[in-house]
């Protein structure tokens, strides 16, 4: 079993950066490919951005050229590095690791950016 834990999130005004971090335990030599997801109240989860395990990355249309996602296997740490932050950017982020018995979350990180 994969346990993955959030941090990283905040209130920033437009324009600025912040760093979203998941820490995975437990299981990790299961994970493969690993996303970032986000949610607003009444809508569905979104996919944000995407990493497999050999690097290849992908990305929601609104966040290309402005969101970085990436892995370090060596502190089992998944990041997405967010820059030139908007309001609607504002969401509970969420990462997602596809393991060899399904999928895992993590419990959520909250960001609101301020106009």
């Known amino acids: 079993q994969v346990r993955l834990v959030e941090s990283g999130g905040g209130l920033v005004q437009a324009g600025r950066s912040l760093r979203l971090s998941c820490y995975s335990s437990g299981s990790i030599f299961s994970i493969n490919d690993m996303d970032w997801y986000r949610q607003t109240p009444g809508k569905q989860r979104e996919l944000v951005a995407s990493i497999d395990k050999h690097g290849f990355t992908n990305y929601e249309d609104s966040v290309k050229g402005r969101f970085t996602i990436s892995r370090y296997m060596a502190n089992n740490t998944l990041y997405l590095q967010m820059n030139n932050l908007k309001p609607e950017d504002t969401a509970v982020y969420y990462c997602?690791?596809?393991?060899?018995?399904?999928?895992?979350w993590g419990q959520g990180t909250q960001v609101t950016v301020s106009s």
């Open positions: 997602m690791a596809h393991t060899t018995t399904g999928a895992s």
